[in-house]
């Protein structure tokens, strides 16, 4: 390839260069766009910018998205019959731990948002 540099100075990019770029620009936003695996942060980054978090009900979030121990529960969680990521994140914000959630009992459990007396006492049976 003959560099286009005019003869002077650095050789402009070539054509390659030039348009590596926009497409690469282009997946990324496609992918970002298209595809079904969210960033769970980036997702509470926009309920928060949208205002539909508190300060702290981002910062609670994204702790327990970044916590390893929370999802092991939630993991656990989704392996009863029922309960699918929406309600095992609401049971992982209550009981951060397997252990704690382990300690619980049925009233516990079900005291929390969406958790009725048969999920409560399937959580119960699955950690007994």
Known sequence: MIPLNHGFGEPEPGLGVLLAFP???LYSWFE????????PVDDLRDQYVAGDLTPEEFEDRVALELDDRA????QR????DGIGP???AIIARRFRTLDELREASRE???DVHGIGPST??????SLD
């Open 86 to 88: 929406d309600t095992s």
């Open 77 to 80: 969680l989704e392996c009863i």
């Open 108 to 110: 516990e459990i079900k």
């Open 120 to 125: 409560s006492k399937a959580i119960r049976q």
């Open 32 to 39: 970002k766009r298209y595809t079904d695996e969210t960033d």
């Open 23 to 25: 497409l690469l620009l």
């Open 71 to 74: 999802q092991e529960t939630r």
